[in-house]
């Protein structure tokens, strides 16, 4: 099914999901998606817009922690080889 509608409404639950997903306010997600650039941004909107119409849930995957822990500890000098890292 493709999701048609005006540019200038938003959809609120995108936005706000959006919002708390990349940490950025509502207006900052409403102003970056009104600018229509057809980026990873309003591509990610787009499929929110999609998963709604289709009566799914408008939710992003969450960052996993663990997995950010593992790329700082990436980031260590190589006597830290212990992390598991490839070295």
Not at 32 to 58: C, H, I, M, Q
Not at 64 to 83: G, W, Y
Request: charged content about 30%; hydrophobic content about 35%.
């Amino acid at each position: 099914m493709c999701v048609r509608r005006q540019r200038d409404v938003l959809d609120d639950d995108c936005v706000t999901e959006m919002s708390v997903h990349y940490g950025r306010s509502r207006h900052e997600v409403k102003e970056l998606l009104s600018e229509w650039r057809y980026d990873y941004f309003t591509a990610t909107y787009l499929l929110l817009l999609n998963k709604k119409v289709k009566g799914r849930p408008v939710r992003l995957a969450r960052p996993r922690v663990l997995m950010h822990r593992q790329l700082v500890s990436c980031t260590q000098p190589l006597h830290r080889v212990s992390t598991g890292c490839i070295v």
